[in-house]
C-alpha cells in the first residue's frame, strides 16, 4: 500500500530508527461501537521501545472535538497509546488537534505524539499565521450580526454569503479569520464547515471590541432629500440617548451602494457642510444587514462615534450602551 509505505518513510527518516508497522486483527476492535471500525483501520507499531497503535482515519469527516473523544474511547480499549494518521488536515484541524493533546500523523507533514513529547513540523516555511491586530471590515460585520442575531450558526458558507452579501469564497476567509483570533469554532458535518459561536453575546462582544473599528469609510455632505437608508451618527444617537439633535440629519449606506443611491436620489455632492441638507457615511459594511429598525444598530453606532472628542457625544455613547448588557468592557 502506497500511503503505509509513505508513513513508514516518513517516521523512519524523521526518528532515525528501522519500523515495523503491520494491519492489527480486526477481532481487537471487537466491543467497540461500530462507526468507529467504520471511520479507522488500526495498524500496530513499536517506537521508542513501546507499542503505538495508529488508526488511519478512511476518509470519513468528523470533528476535532469528536475525534478527541474517539481516541480517548480508544485509548481504555487497548490500554495501550493511539495516533490518528490522516491524508491532510486544513490549518484549523491541526491547531485543534494539538489544543485538545490529540496524537497523530500526517505523513510528509506534520507529526504530534505528545506522549512521547514530540511535535515535528515539516513543510510549513512561513509558520503559523500571525494574528492580526483587527478584524477585518466584514468579518466585524460576521461577528457583530451574531452577536445581534445571533443567526450564524451552523450554517453553510453558500446561505451566509447571501444572507450578508459577500461571496462564499469570503465567508470562507472570514469563517478561518474568526477561528484563527478564537472568535468561533469550526464544526465539521458531511463536506461541510460550520461556524459555532460559543460565548454568549455579553462575553464575545468584550472579545471582539478591542480588534473592532469605525465602519465609516468616507463622508460626504449632499444637497437634496434622501430614503430608503438607515439614520446613523448623531442622528441615530440622538434617538438612542437623550442627546439633543443638532447638525445636519446623517445616514449611513454600505459603500457598494453609494453611487446607485446617490442616483436613485438625485443628490449632489459639495465640498463642505455649508450648503449640504444630509451626511451620508459610506460604510464598509452593509448597516441594512444589523438591524430592524430605521436607524443603525448600536453596537456600530458606538464604533463609529467612540473616538469623537465631543463630550456630550460621549455621555450619550455610555447612556446608549447601559441598555446593552455585554456593552461593559
Known sequence: MIWLQKLKDYLENLLRQELSIAPLPQGKMHGLPLYLSKMYAPYQMEVFGGKLILLRNLGETSSPGKIAKDIASLYRHFGINVAVVFDDLTSWERKRLIENGTPFIVPGRQLFLPMFFLDLREHFPNGPAEKPKYLSRAAQHVVLRQILLGDLEKRNMADLATLLGYSAM?????????????????????????????????????KA????????????????????????????????????????????????????????????????????????????????????DALVDQLSLYLSLRDNSDERIQIALEEMMETVPWSKE
Open 170 to 206: 469570503m465567508m470562507t476567509k472570514i469563517r478561518n479569520e474568526l477561528f484563527a483570533l478564537d472568535l468561533c469554532e469550526v464544526e465539521t458535518k458531511g463536506r461541510g464547515r460550520y461556524m459555532v459561536f460559543p460565548l454568549p453575546p455579553e462575553q464575545l462582544w468584550p
Open 209 to 292: 471590541l478591542t480588534k473592532m473599528r469605525s465602519p465609516v469609510f468616507k463622508t460626504h455632505f449632499l444637497i437634496g432629500k434622501i430614503s430608503g437608508v438607515k439614520v446613523a451618527g448623531a442622528s441615530a444617537l440622538a434617538k438612542r440617548s437623550l442627546l439633543k439633535p443638532d447638525g445636519l440629519p446623517t445616514f449611513a449606506v454600505w459603500k457598494k451602494e453609494f453611487k446607485s443611491i446617490l442616483k436613485e436620489n438625485s443628490l449632489v455632492e459639495i465640498q463642505s457642510e455649508e450648503g449640504a441638507d444630509l451626511v451620508l457615511e459610506e460604510w464598509y459594511y452593509d448597516p441594512q444587514k444589523l438591524s430592524d
